[in-house]
């Protein structure tokens, strides 16, 4: 009797299984018919998911591959990307990523854009960089006028830094170390370019607000320490993509 009931209870258990199996073999089934459906070739699939994080879900890659979509982006030409965040309890996230020529992109699609003038540079009284401040201009069709809009970005602000253990510092990126200015100009014209296109590019992150997503549920040191693997990992991916 108590092997019959054994026998019975482990039916359920497979059952149970089988089921489960089922549903996540049919919702997958379910996603890869969605993305195809949204119009990539076999070929350029590939591309696209040897570009990803490993190990990427099906309903993530088909919500990324989406937005690409909806934004107009291209993931292969890396003007949108995807990065994964591993959150301290191992829940791993998943954040889509504008290159700041896919911020251009999208203005420049607007036809209401212009770039305005060239980068303006300030530094601290010790020759340090400080600010970078972004020039553009939108057309207004009803005014039949061109405003210029701007934005500045402070250095302190923007740069993202590592936890060195050697020195016992914190210290710039490989990419902020090597060009500070092209990094710095980019945060400045992704900013200007949002102020100028609110509704076209809210809410839209960039490799730079990395540190900031993976650090708020860190402590300090670790945040930073994290974080700024993310980003460095982002920095050289948009690289090799440009």
Not at 148 to 159: G, M, N
Request: glycine fraction near 8%.
């Amino acid at each position: 009797m108590a092997n019959a009931g054994a026998e019975s209870q482990t039916a359920v258990v497979s059952q149970q299984e089988s089921e489960t199996l089922l549903k996540i073999s049919t919702e997958k089934e379910y996603y890869k018919q969605l993305v195809r459906d949204l119009g990539w070739t076999r070929d350029e699939l590939k591309i696209i998911y040897n570009k990803l994080p490993q190990g990427v879900p099906i309903e993530e890659l088909f919500s990324f591959l989406t937005q690409a979509r909806k934004l107009g982006l291209d993931p292969i030409s890396g003007q949108i990307i995807m990065q994964a965040h591993k959150m301290k309890g191992g829940e791993v996230r998943y954040t889509t990523i504008v290159g700041i020529d896919g911020y251009r992109s999208m203005a420049i699609r607007t036809g209401l854009y212009a770039p305005g003038n060239d980068t303006v540079f300030e530094y601290k009284p010790d020759g340090s960089l400080h600010s970078a401040t972004v020039y553009g201009k939108r057309y207004h069709p009803e005014s039949n006028t061109w405003n210029e809009f701007s934005a500045k970005a402070l250095y302190d602000e923007y740069c993202v830094m590592y936890w060195d253990d050697y020195s016992k510092t914190r210290k710039p990126t490989q990419m902020w170390d090597k060009m500070p200015h092209t990094m710095l100009e980019k945060c400045a014209e992704a900013k200007a370019l949002r102020r100028g296109f609110p509704e076209t590019l809210a809410g839209l992150y960039t490799v730079e607000e990395l540190s900031q997503v993976n650090s708020a549920t860190a402590s300090a040191e670790e945040g930073v320490k994290r974080g700024s693997r993310l980003v460095e990992k982002a920095e050289k991916a948009l690289e090799a993509k440009s």
